[in-house]
């Protein structure tokens, strides 16, 4: 009964969600807050508020089949600001944190830019030894 196209984006104070649509009826449920280091499986907790918002958004997710839960760690930096890193003739682009989906256009744009005309965002480009 949930036909999303796009990803939704929950923005609550306390529990923010995202829900991706894969296809064929399934979806994948992420943004915990829970901040820790431990790449141990997800807790009780975690699953517990993913859920529950997943159900506040729409509540024929209440009805729906677990697949798989898991948990790790963020792909971030220590100051939370993604990074584009030149080594050599390879540009590392990371740190996007969980909104990696929202700045991606921008990170293209910026190395998509940054080769067609050696542009550099002092903002955002970090030599190596940063």
């Known amino acids: 009964d949930i036909t999303f196209r796009r990803p939704v984006r929950l923005l609550h ?3 923010p969600l995202y829900v991706v649509p894969w296809g064929d009826g399934q979806f994948m449920l992420g943004a915990s807050v829970i901040e820790s280091e431990d790449r141990g499986p997800i807790t009780v907790r975690s699953t517990l508020e993913l859920l ?5 958004l ?3 997710f209440g009805e729906a089949e ?9 792909p971030s930096l220590p100051d939370n600001i993604p990074k584009i890193i030149p080594r050599g003739s390879t540009l590392h682009v990371n740190g996007t944190y969980r909104h990696g989906f929202l700045l991606a256009p921008v990170l293209a744009d910026l190395v998509a830019n940054h080769l067609a005309t050696g542009a550099i965002d002092d903002r955002i480009f970090v030599s190596e030894r940063s």
């Open 66 to 74: 677990i697949v798989h839960a898991g948990a790790s760690v963020r």
């Open 52 to 56: 529950s918002m997943a159900y506040a």
């Open 13 to 15: 104070p306390r529990h």
């Open 58 to 60: 729409h509540p024929a």
